[in-house]
Nanobody, 121 residues
Framework: QVQLVESGGGLVQPGGSLRLSCAAS????????MGWYRQAPGKEREFVAS????????YYADSVKGRFTISRDNAKSTLYLQMNSLNPEDTAVYSCNADITNTGRARHIFWGQGTQVAVSS
């Protein structure tokens, strides 16, 4: 079994910053890619950013380019999302997503439980 545990959400004023973390643990053979998605109230879940684990190639939604930075710590199997210049439109539940090959060599997509980010004055 594989677990993804997010942390770092909270309430921040417009223009502020937050850093989200997502720690992967369990029966992991290799991590292929990890990413962040978000879902605002009344809206569908949308892609935010992703990173390939071995090469570190990053991809961003246009709405967050230049403001958010995705990174990872291979040794800790942990994903990060540094969010700067936050605005109320960034308010959502942020969830991490991982494409992982487990120790049984089966490849699956896993999701974390989500962490709330609220941007408000």
């Amino acid at each position: 079994q594989v677990q993804l545990v997010e942390s770092g959400g909270g309430l921040v004023q417009p223009g502020g910053s937050l850093r989200l973390s997502c720690a992967a643990s369990g029966s992991i053979f290799s991590i292929n890619t990890m990413g962040w998605y978000r879902q605002a109230p009344g809206k569908e879940r949308e892609f935010v950013a992703s990173i390939t684990w071995s090469g570190g190639n990053t991809y961003y939604a246009d709405s967050v380019k230049g403001r958010f930075t995705i990174s990872r710590d291979n040794a800790k199997s942990t994903l990060y999302l540094q969010m700067n210049s936050l605005n109320p439109e960034d308010t959502a539940v942020y969830s991490c997503n991982a494409d992982i090959t487990n120790t049984g060599r089966a490849r699956h997509i896993f999701w974390g439980q989500g962490t709330q980010v609220a941007v408000s004055s």
